[in-house]
């Protein structure tokens, strides 16, 4: 990965009273990456990203966020990332416009060109004066995104963002996040169960067990290789496989 890390987690173990969720995790991610966090249900993917993102506590290690220690500057860090809620987590009294224009009050910030154009691509003009809490799920999904969007941060946070997208909105989705990471200045990091999306469009991949990360990969190396598609997803199928017997 890059010599400019937007993230890194430094052994990072996180638990629910007794039970421990991720075991001395490290990671990092630089600057013009998409990370790939791929594993089965209950490995630990989505706590990863919570722990990313100072919403769940971490017992021992610690995370920056272009170079800020969310341990001892947790505001400041938190403001260089863009948390696309889950449906769950957003406001259902708030319309969406309202939602986006909270979310930039927050960030000092003003809608900008990127979510205006998804806020095009996404078809939720319509639903924009709506409160939330009417919209289908995949609405509540493009509302969560564009506000990870607002104010232009460097990192972006993907927890399962593309599942319950249309195939149009999924396709315009993946091509604004590959466009930023190709201009460099940008980190996404997405949890997803779409090997096939992790193989086309990130450069790196993660697969989580048991809470610990039991195998990476840099995937220009992969593809170079001459590794294909179904090669890929079959290789990650039986590290899968082997770590659950």
């Given at each position: 990965m890059s010599a400019s890390n937007l993230i890194v987690a430094?052994?990072?173990?996180?638990?629910?009273?007794?039970?421990?969720?991720?075991?001395?995790?490290?990671?990092?991610?630089?600057?013009?990456?998409?990370?790939?966090?791929?594993?089965?249900n209950g490995c630990g993917k989505s706590t990863l990203l919570r722990a990313i993102t100072g919403q769940v506590p971490f017992k021992e290690g610690d995370i920056s966020i272009n170079g800020v220690s969310l341990s001892l500057d947790p505001v400041r860090a938190k403001s260089q990332f863009g948390y696309a809620l889950d449906s769950s987590e957003l406001p259902k009294e708030l319309t969406g416009l309202q939602f986006l224009e909270l979310m930039a009050s927050i960030r000092n910030a003003l809608p900008n060109d990127l979510s205006d154009r998804l806020i095009k691509a996404f078809h939720v003009e319509p639903w924009l004066n709506e409160t939330i809490g009417r919209y289908s799920y995949g609405t509540r999904k493009k509302i969560g995104i564009l506000g990870a969007l607002i104010g232009n941060p460097s990192v972006l946070v993907l927890d399962e963002s593309i599942n319950?997208?249309?195939?149009?909105?999924?396709?315009?989705?993946?091509?604004?996040?590959?466009?930023?990471?190709?201009?460099?200045?940008?980190t996404v990091i997405m949890a997803t169960h779409a090997i096939d999306v992790v193989y086309e469009f990130c450069s790196d991949a993660l697969l989580l067990h048991g809470g610990a990360i039991v195998r990476s990969w840099h995937l220009p190396d992969i593809k170079n290789a001459g590794i294909t598609?179904?090669?890929?997803?079959?290789?990650?199928?039986?590290?899968m496989s082997e770590a659950s017997v």
């Open positions: 430094a052994d990072i173990s996180v638990s629910y009273g007794e039970h421990e969720v991720l075991k001395n995790v490290s990671l990092c991610c630089g600057s013009g990456s998409w990370v790939g966090v791929l594993g089965a319950g997208l249309d195939p149009m909105s999924a396709w315009h989705l993946k091509q604004v996040m590959d466009e930023l990471v190709r201009e460099g200045s940008k598609q179904r090669q890929f997803e079959a290789e990650v199928m039986g590290i």
